[in-house]
């Protein structure tokens, strides 16, 4: 089977997160939406170490992953003080800054 | 498929970076350790003296040019400079930090984790703000460092995490107005997320095309690679917007008015000269190393992303109302003042690196005197309330003025020889459109500046002027180290043009 399709499969994933972000109003799920863009950044990652025959994607790939666990742990916290602040987390209720 | 090697390791190159990110290391045990009393003295000493241990390294390695740990860390002249930079602006930026005079307990608040306007928010107001910003800041400057001298794409991407998610939470920080402050961290912290996503795909396709991530290695890549050039195109225009969402260049710019506006000062001062600084540093590194040899690609795209920069931050700067805004969209259309720099290629590194020093400290100082203006909410940012304060504090204005007359780019200032010196050797590299642009767009942009240099000396008082507090030592200090760069750079250039000619080229074997 042609490694190919793995690419196509992660260019829809990455679509799919960047206009999940573009159109979701709620911060949780715009963040689920960007951690779907770092895991189709991954697959292309360790799809081009397939074809390239080298090993430096699938490391590069557990990097990535360290690096958005600790994304996800300053994130979170950054949504949970606005929520316990607001009792929301929508991103339209947070609108204090503008002009 | 081979094993993996433990590549050689030249721990002399990356000691300035070791020395930052183990005072940074030390910093979070003081906090779990050190008894409360004591935290804000051993943090601001041990920032301090690990910056400046720092400084020291870089200083000792001023001659070095080499590729180490495989090819993840080119330390070079431009590299050295910038990290030096760095870490300079990052001392000064950190008196602001440590301000404790100015408001009771510190620009911070005591503990981030009560909600806003809780019944426990209102019992900290006069407890001591947290010392975690310290070994924060301390994160982020040495993240910022990484950035400068990364060699590969995988490092740079982890680099520009490490810097940035400190700022995230440095931004959501703030003693007053906690609501505004919080929401500048979370608008940051998605948007700077979803850019660092698109950086990463870059970097993804890059590989595929190149078969390394290493920026020598896509330079070779690019003559020989059997891959399709649409991998080529892609990843790069995918890389240069998280690049360019760090550098706040239009379209990538709308985060920063918001964050400049809601992170505590102190921080937007960091962001304004620090980030700045290594987002260029970036930009410069993997244009001149990388992607040299494809300029005729990318040079129109990034050319027209510069004139957008330009046009739109110097417009927009005339509209705003609040100070820091201002300065917001200044520093957007600063950014494009910059990407001329990158577009020019080798000719004109030396002038941008210069220009991010001139930059940084007038904007340090600008910050620095935002930060005195206060009432009783805390600081008064809108450009209304500082009407008439040239009658009750004639020394505050005058250095503002002096300040904003620098930013205008007025002779005698840093702000005209750093755009002097950028635009003659733009000139040079026959980039001839984006300078006459960059002059019509700054004469522009001295509007907002000389609109407020006229509501501090000739619009009479409000009815509630606030005051220019007195402020202690570091913020003193500040100020006069932005003022005095600013007039220094714009009588005598030399010795530092003189440093950046010698920092010579990017190193790109």
Redesign the interface.
Known sequence: MTPDYYLILAAVLFTIGAVGVLVRRNAIVVFMCVELMLNAANLTLVTFARINGSLDGQIMAFFVMVVAAAEVVIGLAIIMSIFRSRRSASVDDANLLKY | ??D?QLPAIDYAALLPMLIVFGAACVGILVEAFAPRGWRFVIQVSLTIGGLVAGLVAIIVNRDLEITTIGGAVTVDGPGLFLQGAIIILGIVSLGLIAERRLERGGPFVAE??H????DGDKRQEREPGATEVFPLTLFAIAGMMLFCVSGDL?TM??AL?VFS?PL??LC?LARRR???S??????Y??LG??AS??F??G???L??YA???SLTGIREGVLQSEQSGILLAAGLALLAIGLLFKAAAVPFHVWT??VY??APTPVTALMAACTKAAAFGGLLRVFNVAFETTAWDWQPVLATVAILTMVVGSILAVAQTDIK?LLAYSSVANAGYLLVGVVSLNGAVGSSLFYLIAYGFSVLGAFAMVTLVRDSEGEATHLSRWAGLGKGSPLFSALFTFLMLGFAGIPLTSGFTSKFALFSSAWDSDQSVLVIVGVLSSVVLAFPYLKVVVLLWLNPPGEETPTVSVPSMLTRAVIFAGVAVTFVLGVAPSFLLDIVADAGPFLAK
């Open positions: 498929m081979n993996i981030a984790a909600a806003a306007n809780s995988l991407f982890v995490e998610l995230y939470l959501g906690r609501l505004i919080q929401e500048a961290a979370l608008k912290f998605l997320a979803f996503a698109f990463l795909y970097v993804a396709l590989y595929g078969g390394t991530v008015p918001d506006q809601g805004r």
